[in-house]
């Protein structure tokens, strides 16, 4: 199974050409790398041209900076896989954890696959207002979802291609977490979580959510869940 890898990137010349490398050794054969660098003003460019270029490896630049949100949906019709998952550009979350989440899609039985930071595997400590705040967020969410999710704030969502290439994604920063979830609940998509280990990234290498991102968060989940 042929998996795609949609990596958004901003400003992170420390990290993109060591994500890539690692995405590369990840244990899946058959790989679709798509990385959207939406405008970073820093060496971000220079580094993702130094990266071995090879049939598995598509880079775009977007011309002014939109968001993750919006690097993700110039990065939906690329697709070429049969499951595509987001992996973010600071080393946080490791793709060696893709052959263990990409199983249950394989074996026909998950539409979507989340990796869950809060389920059992080896974390750096993240802080406690990041863990409350992702806490509260994924509580709302299956509130109005009427999942049981444990982190629906995680990067690793990892979905059926086709299913992914027909949704209708608006959000352009960090509301994709909550419109995605949303979208597949209403959809009655089969979700599984696999627990994933976490490095969490403290904001002095560069972290860039925080606590306005979780208020539009909460928005997102009303809207996605309720209002549409």
């Given at each position: 199974m042929k998996l795609s890898v949609i990596i958004p990137v901003?400003?992170?010349?420390?990290?993109?050409?060591?994500?890539?490398?690692?995405?590369?050794?990840?244990?899946?054969?058959?790989?679709?790398?798509?990385?959207?660098?939406?405008c970073s003003t820093d060496s971000t460019r220079a580094c993702l041209e130094a990266v071995p270029p090879g049939p598995d490896l598509r880079i775009v630049h977007h011309t002014a900076n939109q968001g993750k949100g919006a690097a993700i949906r110039t990065a939906q019709s690329m697709v070429a896989g049969d499951a595509v998952?987001?992996?973010?550009?600071?080393?946080?979350?490791?793709?060696?954890?893709?052959?263990?989440?990409?199983?249950?899609?394989?074996?026909n039985l998950a539409d979507a696959v989340f990796g869950s930071r809060y389920s059992g595997r080896e974390i750096l400590v993240d802080t406690f207002w990041h863990y409350f705040g992702n806490k509260v967020l994924t509580t709302l969410s299956n509130i109005f979802s009427n999942l049981h999710l444990t982190d629906m704030e995680t990067c690793y969502k990892m979905l059926r291609a086709d299913i992914f290439k027909k949704m209708t994604l608006e959000c352009n920063r960090f509301g994709?977490?909550?419109?995605?979830?949303?979208?597949?609940?209403?959809?009655?998509?089969?979700?599984?979580?696999?627990p994933i280990s976490y490095r969490a990234r403290p904001y002095h290498e560069g972290k860039k959510i925080g606590w306005k991102d979780g208020l539009a968060a909460i928005w997102f989940i009303f809207k996605y869940n309720v209002l549409e």
């Open positions: 901003y400003n992170e010349e420390a990290t993109i050409a060591e994500v890539i490398n690692r995405v590369r050794r990840c244990g899946i054969p058959d790989l679709d790398i798509i990385v959207v660098n939406d998952i987001i992996q973010d550009a600071d080393l946080e979350y490791s793709p060696s954890e893709f052959p263990a989440m990409l199983k249950p899609i394989e074996k994709f977490e909550p419109e995605v979830t949303a979208k597949l609940a209403k959809a009655r998509c089969r979700i599984y979580e696999v």
